[in-house]
């Protein structure tokens, strides 16, 4: 190929993807790059915006990309649980200033928690993402076994609760929408 039509190739890759213009071997995934939605071929969960994720080239010369996050384990693995004193201090000071309902259950989940699923992975009930592992959750309050969840992640951004529940004037189950009563 004539170098400069692999530097125009260049610029306009640059020009759809803008944050990850000067990526090589790290970058962010954005909703313009070629891999938001797709799976990882390491942990089996889909790119999210602002995953941060290893770029790579596969032994037949095909772009691989994994996940960054120590969580899943793709590239590197947390030594340590991520919930340090810290984390929950801060928790705990949000939750004082901003306190969740009264029936609400907030979990933080642990590898191999049944709410993660198993394939196809068990998905937050507003955003539709997979939920996965460390991610804070709030259990249905339906109180019927329905084990639906719902992200509750103040450290990650994920408001998908906090969003739900602003946009209903009655609980309803998350699962079968079921009203279970006025707020």
């Given at each position: 190929m004539n170098d400069g039509v692999a530097r125009f190739e260049a610029a306009v890759q640059a020009g759809l993807d803008p944050k990850n213009a000067?990526?090589?071997?790290?970058?962010?995934?954005?909703?313009?790059?070629?891999?938001?939605?797709?799976?990882?071929?390491?942990?089996r969960h889909k790119f999210r915006r602002d995953d941060p994720v290893k770029?790579?080239?596969?032994a037949d010369g095909r772009p691989t990309?994994?996940?960054l996050d120590p969580d899943l384990g793709c590239v590197n693995s947390r030594a340590l649980p991520p919930t340090g004193e810290a984390v929950l201090r801060l928790l705990a000071a949000v939750r004082a200033e901003d306190p969740i309902d009264a029936d609400v259950r907030v979990l933080r989940l642990e590898p191999g928690d049944e709410l993660l699923?198993?394939?196809?992975r068990r998905p937050c009930r507003r955003?539709?993402?997979p939920l996965?592992?460390?991610?804070?959750?709030v259990v249905c309050p339906c109180g019927r076994g329905c084990s639906a969840a719902i992200h509750y992640d103040l450290d990650r951004g994920l408001l998908c609760y906090e969003r739900w529940k602003n946009s209903l004037k009655t609980a309803h189950c998350l699962l079968t929408k079921q009203e279970l009563g006025s707020r």
């Open positions: 000067d990526a090589v071997t790290e970058a962010v995934t954005t909703t313009d790059c070629d891999w938001v939605g797709l799976v990882c071929p390491q942990c770029l790579d080239v596969d990309v994994r996940h699923g198993d394939d196809p955003c539709r993402f996965r592992p460390y991610e804070s959750v």
